[in-house]
């Protein structure tokens, strides 16, 4: 019974289970903060810099389409990883040869050769999200760090905080005829302190956070399938002893 569970265990793809619960995690947390940091932001934005809801009328749809394309995401690499998980139990069963003589197929080379090909696709296209998901961050921080200078010069009086805003226009994403459109002193004080605000801003980190997770986990996927794919391509050849 020993000897079985050792043979077991030494079939099991660790690069790949490692992978596949930091991209389960990395993904679960970009998706569900993001999808709820984006509701935070389109109430924050009704309420407070822009009333009119024909000004933000296209930004609403596609924050409605970016949730969309959220689902869609968590749903894909769901599969995907389970898919990349199974593989690499294929691999690395027939690697070490635990069920009698090594046996690969050009069909089998062929299907490991495109998940190598997909996942340094998938790789840098998620380079592009966990870039893309820094920008709600570094707006939300722009809008606290001014918060917090307002703050500070309520005790100097020789310095009114009326005079401190922050325009949300210029950063392109409600037109500039837009009303308000900023909001100065203590009303863009009272909008730091609101639940929205904090909310959305530590969930837009937590959603970075978790695309740099995915990074680092596809990063991993693709050592495990190009070793794999390499060490099934040379095996076919020739027998030899290969550690994994």
């Keep these: 019974c020993f000897e079985c569970c050792i043979k077991c265990l030494g079939g099991v793809p660790y690069a790949s289970l490692v992978a596949t619960i930091l991209c389960f995690s990395g993904v679960a947390l970009f998706c569900g903060c993001g999808h709820v940091a ?8 009704e309420q407070h810099f822009s009333t009119t809801a024909s000004d933000h009328a296209l930004l609403s749809e596609v924050i409605q389409l970016m949730q969309y394309v959220i689902y869609g995401i ?15 139990f294929y691999t690395t069963s ?7 003589e090594f046996k690969t197929t050009a069909c089998g080379r062929c299907i490991s050769g495109m998940f190598v090909f997909l996942t340094y696709v998938l790789g840098v296209a998620w380079l592009g999200v966990f870039g893309f998901s820094a920008v709600p961050v570094f707006m939300f921080y722009n809008i606290w760090s001014t918060c917090e200078v307002i703050k500070s010069l309520q005790t100097n009086v020789t310095v009114p905080g009326d005079q401190i805003c922050v325009d949300i226009r210029q950063y392109g994403i409600i037109p500039w005829n837009a009303v308000p459109g900023k909001a100065c002193g203590p009303i863009l004080e009272n909008i730091c302190n609101t639940n929205e605000f904090y909310m959305s801003y530590h969930l837009f980190i937590v959603a970075c956070a978790g695309a740099g997770a995915t990074v680092i986990a596809l990063l991993i996927y693709m050592m495990a399938t190009t070793y794999n794919y390499a060490v099934l391509k040379f095996k076919s050849r020739e027998d030899c002893c290969t550690k994994f």
């Design 74 to 88: 968590a749903s894909f690499f769901f599969l995907y990883g389970i898919i990349l998980l199974a593989e690499g």
């Design 38 to 45: 984006l509701t935070g932001t389109v109430t924050i934005l």
């Design 94 to 100: 027939a690697v070490k040869e635990l069920h009698g």
